[in-house]
């Protein structure tokens, strides 16, 4: 009997040595070098790539989508989740939904796609995320007219800065070059500020 006791005292010591040392190395060991690692090769993502105006308020981020909704600045994807980071995902509607079908009625009334130009698919067509904070070139461009009319400058101006700021993050695996939203309005802000 004493024996069995002492078999038992000591498994439970020897698993109560195993729950604290996973304890120390998942919850602070391993994120502490996972960290670290973070700051010192990518410090910009890893701090979640915030933009800060001149001032150093927060703007946003480059990682993240928001919602732009004046005609003076590109709009980004439509969002399943309203912009929401907390909730990020997509609508799970089936591709027959009538839902789908009404929000792509009214974002090609919105895009005044009646105008007889073919609307680019990533202007009514959610992410996975709903919070994809790029377009692309082709999406970016069928909106200059509209934000240079709304800013009060050539329509040159604005597909100038759109080729400056578009990029291939995948290079040649990219089909199609793409810009973020929030570094393009950033941009005509500083071109074009607003009244």
Not at 117 to 134: E, K
Request: charged content about 15%; hydrophobic content about 45%.
């Amino acid at each position: 009997m004493i024996v069995q006791r002492t078999g038992f005292l000591a498994q439970i010591a020897v698993s109560l040595r195993v729950v604290l040392a996973t304890i120390l190395f998942c919850s602070l060991l391993y994120p502490l070098v996972i960290w670290g690692l973070g700051q010192m090769l990518t410090p910009d993502s890893a701090n979640g790539s915030l933009i800060k105006d001149e001032k150093g308020e927060l703007l946003g981020s480059k990682l993240l989508a928001q919602r732009f909704q004046r005609p003076e600045y590109l709009w980004p994807r439509p969002s399943a989740v309203g912009y929401d980071s907390s909730a990020a995902g997509g609508s799970n509607l089936s591709p027959a939904s009538p839902k789908l079908r009404e929000r792509a009625k009214s974002l090609l009334a919105r895009f005044d796609a009646s105008a007889g130009r073919p609307l680019p698919a990533d202007l009514v067509t959610t992410s996975g995320s709903g919070l994809d904070p790029h377009i692309t070139l082709a999406a970016a461009r069928y909106q200059a007219a509209r934000v240079s009319a709304a800013r009060g400058i050539s329509v040159g101006t604005v597909l100038n800065l759109l080729n400056q700021l578009a990029f291939r993050p995948g290079r040649v695996l990219t089909p199609q070059p793409l810009v973020n939203v929030l570094l393009v309005n950033r941009a005509l802000d500083r071109v074009a500020p607003l009244r």
